[in-house]
């Protein structure tokens, strides 16, 4: 799992080490030779990374979908299935975004390749965003639960936190913090711009907060 946990963080350092290298690129092209731009360099690659680097959000996804298993699968069952079918579906919308770049790459001029990656990049951000809006919302109420049953239990503590209870808050606070993330980078998909959409320019940071965001859970869960 460790592997699994680790994956998004690395491909997030990979997509911002490249992002820095074509930015190199650009500056030197537009202000020092611009002959290079009918030349091939790294900004090609990047067209591709772009499509690749979107596992990052599957492994966020899949890890913030194992932990919530891992602490309410006595309790919500049949919600873990639901958030399960989001998790499936929203692997399918990823898998389909990166075919369809990858397509639109051989052939840049096809229109209905341009249609099919507006649909699939709003299908995986919408599956994303409710995946972890279940997840975090199952851990909102299941601290809910266990805040009332220790206040019942034991009235000394009353007013008082316990150590789970602020880590589980904590975890309820980053999933908040990624579900208004994810929100950011849906809108901003449908926001044309000259070129491009707003979405565009807030992926970097979205990838970022997406490899970060699964480690930090591991830390503070396995405290629990």
């Known amino acids: 799992m460790l592997s699994t946990i680790s994956f998004p963080f690395v491909l997030a350092t990979a997509y ?24 091939p360099n790294i900004t090609d690659y990047g067209k591709l990374f772009d499509s690749i680097v979107l596992l990052n ?13 891992a602490l309410c699968r006595t309790e919500y069952k049949k919600v873990l299935v639901l958030l399960a079918c989001m998790l499936g ?18 052939a840049p001029e096809s229109q209905i390749l341009v249609r099919a990656i507006d ?18 919302s199952i851990i909102s109420h299941k601290t809910w ?12 503590i009353q007013g008082k936190i316990t150590k789970t209870e602020r880590l589980l808050s ?16 849906l809108v901003g998909a449908t926001i044309r711009l ?12 979205n990838v970022q ?15 629990i």
């Open 119 to 136: 649909i699939t990049q709003i299908s995986y951000l919408v599956w994303s965003l409710l995946t972890n809006i279940c997840a975090t």
């Open 89 to 106: 579906l929203m692997a399918s919308s990823v898998v389909a975004t990166i075919g369809v770049k990858i397509a639109f790459l051989l």
């Open 145 to 156: 639960r266990y805040r009332r049953a220790i206040t019942k239990s034991l009235n000394s």
């Open 194 to 205: 000259p070129y491009g959409t707003f979405g565009d320019i807030y992926r970097p940071v």
């Open 209 to 223: 907060i997406a490899g970060m965001y699964p480690i930090m859970l591991t830390y503070l869960l396995d405290d």
């Open 16 to 39: 911002w080490t490249l992002e820095v290298a074509q930015e190199i690129v650009r500056m030197h092209t537009y202000f020092i030779d611009r002959s290079l731009r009918y030349s």
């Open 57 to 69: 959000y599957f492994s966020a996804d899949a890890v913030v979908a194992w932990r919530a298993w």
């Open 170 to 185: 904590m975890f309820i606070e980053a999933g908040a913090i990624y579900c208004l993330s994810g929100i950011v980078a």
